[in-house]
């Protein structure tokens, strides 16, 4: 964890040196002014000895100023690394993301991912800046101020060392009972966050159901169980502070009753005694600075585990060594593939699969909500991995491709359509980056998008809200299936693309695919038989195996799932009966 961390400090490694350098420069400039103090009382004040009162303060002047200077950079070089840190780890993470297989994401809730970047992250910034500075000003001070109080006073400095003992023990099992609250309570901003994201992204169905109590109510919750979590870690540490006070007020009384024995007896200046109290005072401070900081790195080692999760997660689809980067063809072939979600220890939701799809056909794919539809198709652009078998696009296993060459040959509408804030023209050239508006305006055509954008002031300047809440789902879809036809994909995966979308638009974007885009092969997953039968070929999945896969006629006569499917959507179970008698 702490290697995986520490390679995004490389070009913050100046900085990273020069704040605890900054430190021990203001610690040592710190620790001479009590001796400078002494020496006016003692020797100016006492002695009668302006010039020398002058001579030393402007000497203890100096040194503050130079303290100044060091704090000043040390702050400057520690916001620089700290927050340097910060930006590369949320690039890393990010970049991770990227990277990730739909089964890698399947590991990570994204409500999960959202606080791992947001504050996972900042409490690694947070406790990095203190380690720079706090976990080297407090100990330096300590070590500093207690070699200069044994200088000064051996046997007074003792109390300061027997004090500082007591308070680390106390503090140390303050500690230690709370780091495990503070390891929980990371888990639980997973929860509060995910109660956030659903409320927002659904608003509307909360609205429509009338749900807003429910979902206050379970926001509620969510927030607190944080509260409940800190208060109990913070319980923990309440003794720290009355704990702290206590020692210091006991030592300070300490010292002044020795202090003033040693002084009448004349083994101890009222100047050094002076000294000893603000090096008393150092000391106590110091531990207290120095408990805040384990506090911090406490509450941030689970973030920082968090953190190393994703950027050590192992993307289980990556590219070959050798990959192929050439797609002859939009041939598909499945080779007795079995799938599961979960590795080969699961239930295996595709099983035997072994189908031929010649270039250039048109593939319907129907069967029951649950047959794994989506999931066969997933196969095919290696959104996951096969568990048993083989996926062939273009005669060659799709572990071969260049993951990049492969999806952009096999270019996938998914179930849920999602476009991004910006204008049309920005989200269709996520296709093809460098699409030109003819271009664009012919896949519109293809897609049947282009009667609502032309109606459109904007035209494809149009702006789209976040998530294309300001168009309606059947747009939607048709500006998705748009910017996927960019790519001028050899595989064309619609994925019930169309389900919102009258069955008269359905026609016409079917008829646009078998007459422009003879070559491609496409393979279209839907509910309605009116958007499959006129398909070259048809595949009815049940319970993720091969129940049929035949011409719309033929799976008629001889699949009762596709025949029970088209009569009670058509309505025709007396059509079909004369079908098979005639035949």
Not at 124 to 129: G, H, I, P, R, T
């Amino acid at each position: 964890m702490i290697r995986t961390l520490a390679k995004e400090l490389k070009e913050f490694t100046l900085p990273s040196i020069l704040t605890p350098v900054c430190m021990v420069g203001e610690v040592v400039c710190e620790m001479v002014i009590p001796v400078f103090m002494g020496y006016i009382v003692d020797r100016g004040i006492y002695g009668g000895d302006f010039s020398y009162i002058v001579h030393t303060g402007s000497r203890m002047l100096l040194v503050a100023l130079c303290g100044l200077l060091f704090g000043i950079g040390g702050g400057v070089f520690g916001a620089k690394a700290s927050t340097g840190l910060a930006k590369n780890l949320r690039r890393r993470m990010n970049d991770s993301i990227q990277k990730f297989s739909f089964a890698n994401i399947d590991r990570f809730s994204p409500s999960s991912l959202v606080t791992r970047m947001t504050t996972d992250v900042t409490n690694v910034q947070n406790a990095y800046q203190m380690i720079l500075r706090m976990a080297v000003r407090a100990p330096m001070s300590m070590i500093i101020a207690m070699i200069m109080s044994f200088l000064l006073s051996p046997r007074i400095a003792v109390i300061y060392l027997t004090a500082v003992a007591a308070l680390g023990v106390v503090l140390f099992f303050m500690l230690g009972s709370a780091n495990r609250y503070f390891r929980r309570v990371f888990e639980k901003y997973d929860d509060l966050n995910e109660s956030v994201e659903e409320n927002v992204t659904a608003i509307r169905a909360v609205k429509a159901f009338v749900r807003e109590d429910y979902e206050t109510g379970r926001f509620q919750r969510a927030s607190s169980n944080i509260y409940r979590m800190f208060v109990k870690a913070e319980l923990k540490l309440a003794g720290n502070m009355p704990v702290m006070q206590g020692t210091v007020y006991t030592v300070i009384l300490l010292i002044s009753w020795t202090g003033a024995h040693m002084v009448t007896g004349g083994t101890l200046t009222t100047g050094t005694l002076m000294s000893l109290l603000t090096y008393c005072m150092n000391i106590l401070m110091s531990l207290m600075m120095l408990s805040m900081v384990f506090i911090m790195i406490s509450m941030s080692s689970a973030s920082a585990r968090r953190i190393a999760e994703v950027i050590e997660e192992v993307p289980d689809i990556a590219n070959p060594e050798h990959p192929v980067t050439v797609i002859p063809d939009g041939s598909v072939r499945f080779e007795h593939v079995w799938f599961s979600y979960g590795g080969g220890a699961a239930e295996p939701v595709l099983k035997d699969i072994d189908l031929d799809i010649r270039s250039g056909e048109s593939i319907g794919i129907i069967g029951a909500t649950g047959s794994s539809k989506s999931s066969l198709v997933n196969l095919i652009s290696r959104l996951y991995d096969v568990t048993e078998g083989a996926v062939l696009v273009g005669g060659t296993d799709v572990r071969k491709y260049d993951l990049t060459a492969l999806r952009d040959a096999v270019s996938v509408v998914l179930q849920k359509n999602v476009l991004f804030s910006g204008t049309i023209r920005d989200n269709l050239r996520w296709g093809s980056p460098d699409a030109t508006d003819e271009e664009c305006r012919e896949a519109c055509r293809l897609a049947c998008a282009d009667e609502f954008i032309d109606r459109m002031p904007e035209g494809l300047d149009t702006r789209i809200d976040q998530g294309g809440a300001n168009v309606s789902g059947g747009q939607k879809q048709r500006l998705c299936i748009a910017r996927a036809l960019l790519k001028h994909p050899k595989v064309l995966i619609l994925d019930d693309s169309t389900s919102a979308c009258d069955t008269a638009t359905d026609a016409r974007i079917r008829r646009a695919f078998r007459e422009d885009l003879p070559e491609s092969t496409k393979l279209i997953i839907s509910q309605r038989i009116s958007s499959v039968e006129d398909c070259d070929r048809i595949l009815v999945l049940s319970e993720g195996q091969v129940n049929g896969f035949d011409t719309h006629e033929a799976l008629l006569k001889t699949n009762a799932i596709y025949r029970e499917i088209y009569e009670t959507q058509t309505g025709a179970g007396n059509d079909a009966a004369d079908f098979d008698e005639k035949d």
